[in-house]
């Protein structure tokens, strides 16, 4: 249905028939559809070719996966990450429904944006999975990235748990929210360069129980990939403790760095 070509008043009448709305243009939806057809059109998909560690989609949209320079010069300490669609990290002109759902969800603690961000991380975790058959774990647990405890009080919920959740009912995993916790705050990582991130994140997070990590297969769930830094670090951080492997799913990764 092309609910965007509708007179005002059909969509009226579609708001009060359809109390569930789209995440980014707040249209009348039937119930579980995170967004509208048009705002879907808006949202651009991580598409292979990509690279096979950091999960970088490349600019050629021909040829198979490979590792990037990036990766290829400095591998990172996770064995692959991946994720679902494209996050822009700077505001723009153009409709942008997913970052707008996922500022929502975070800074506005909309519950229902948060909810189908959770829907939507389960369900293309599953895909992917499907495609890189190869690949597909038996993990031990599922990680949320913490949030330290100031964050925390703050926003009241972390959004990585939400999602993580979602993704452990999914592949019937434990998620463990305690495993891993940050031990600092970070400053936040907008302006900083990728070295600089890195050294931000440096030390932040701390096994809080080795035993539990030691000889185990994990999946790191976070809401968005910038610059891979803060996944990096957890991974960083579980494998000295004796992880046997660290994967990664991001909601959204920023690919304009
Ligand atoms: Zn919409
Ligand atoms: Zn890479």
Avoid at 23 to 42: E, S, V
Avoid at 184 to 195: F, H, I, M, V, Y
Wanted: aromatic share 8%.
């Amino acid at each position: 249905m092309w609910l965007h070509r509708l007179g005002a008043a059909a969509r009226t009448a579609l708001t009060v028939l359809y109390p569930w709305r789209c995440l980014n243009c707040a249209i009348g939806l039937p119930a579980d559809h995170a967004f509208c057809p048009t705002c879907w059109g808006w949202i651009r998909l991580v598409h292979s070719p990509l690279c096979t560690q950091c999960g970088r989609p490349f600019a050629s949209r021909v040829g198979p996966d490979h590792i990037c320079p990036q990766c290829l010069q400095q591998p990172p300490s996770f064995r692959h990450a991946r994720a679902w669609a494209v996050y822009s990290s700077t505001p723009s002109g153009s409709p942008q429904p997913l970052r707008q759902s996922i500022r929502r969800f975070k800074y506005e603690r909309n519950m229902r944006a948060g909810k189908a961000l959770a829907g939507l991380t389960a369900h293309h975790f599953s895909l992917v999975q499907e495609r890189d058959a190869g690949q597909a774990q038996d993990y031990a647990r599922v990680l949320p990235v913490p949030l330290h405890l100031t964050r925390l009080r703050w926003r009241g919920f972390n959004q990585s748990l939400i999602l993580a959740r979602a993704i452990g009912q999914r592949i019937n995993t434990p998620v463990d929210p305690w495993l891993l916790s940050r031990t600092r705050p970070t400053p936040p990582q907008t302006q900083l360069s990728r070295e600089e991130r890195r050294a931000n994140v440096r030390g932040a997070f701390q096994v809080n129980t080795p035993a539990l990590a030691k000889g185990k297969r994990f999946l790191l769930v976070d809401d968005v990939y910038t610059s891979g830094a803060t996944v990096e670090e957890c991974a960083r951080t579980l494998y000295q403790n004796g992880a046997r492997s660290v994967d990664v799913f991001t909601l959204a990764r920023v690919v304009d760095l």
